[in-house]
């Protein structure tokens, strides 16, 4: 239900953007934040080894079902990451970053770093001051999906660059369910230097997972950085 509801079905797009990125040059994927294995699942199909890391054991356990023994799956979490082993490349996306307090992306930069091999690529995703304003523009959006009634609302402090988001959701002749979170609107001059303090080269700053620039308009950018 959890998949079917609240995740944004766009993970084979996701995959297809990556695997178009490394052009045969990458075999081994650290997924970070990899939830209930969603992307992990699209890239094995696609050919290449994946770990899967997460904070949550019960997405884990989502993960497991659906990737079976083969996945290597670690309880594990950012801004540090124990999980031990050198990747071609570690990817963090739909929102695993913006979940980390400011102070806390820098020791999250170099903890990727330390996983990756020389010349390996990371990518990740981070909220723009764009989001931020659509996000106040639509405090509250509510609809429906194969007969789930859900309601997000969210109130966002520009100071802080902050969103807290509660999502409910309710189903068909049952009690409804909620969950809190607070993300965060990573500034592009900090991320940068992060990365840079980490050894991380920036390729380029993407709109969403496209080959488009990002731009002032671009709601999610993605980053794409190699290891020195």
Known sequence: MYDDIVVDPCHDAIAAFLDGLWDGGVHDVLDVACGTGLLAAELVRRGYQVV??????EMLDRARNLLGPAVELVPDSLPDLGVG??????????DGVTYLEPAEVPRAFRAFAERLRPDGWLVFDV????MMA?????PEVTGKKDGFRFTITSAVDRGARTSD?????????AAPFGEL????????????????AAGL??????DGYSDRPADESTLTATWIARRS
């Open 52 to 57: 899967g890391v997460d904070a949550s054991q």
């Open 85 to 94: 082993g050198r990747f071609d490349a570690v990817v963090c996306t739909l």
């Open 127 to 130: 909220h723009t001051d764009a």
């Open 134 to 138: 659509f996000t106040l523009s639509r």
């Open 165 to 173: 988001t509660r999502i409910e959701i309710t189903p068909p002749e």
């Open 181 to 196: 979170h607070r993300q965060h609107f990573h500034a592009t001059d900090d991320v940068r230097a992060a990365l840079g």
């Open 201 to 206: 080269d920036v390729i380029a700053v993407r």
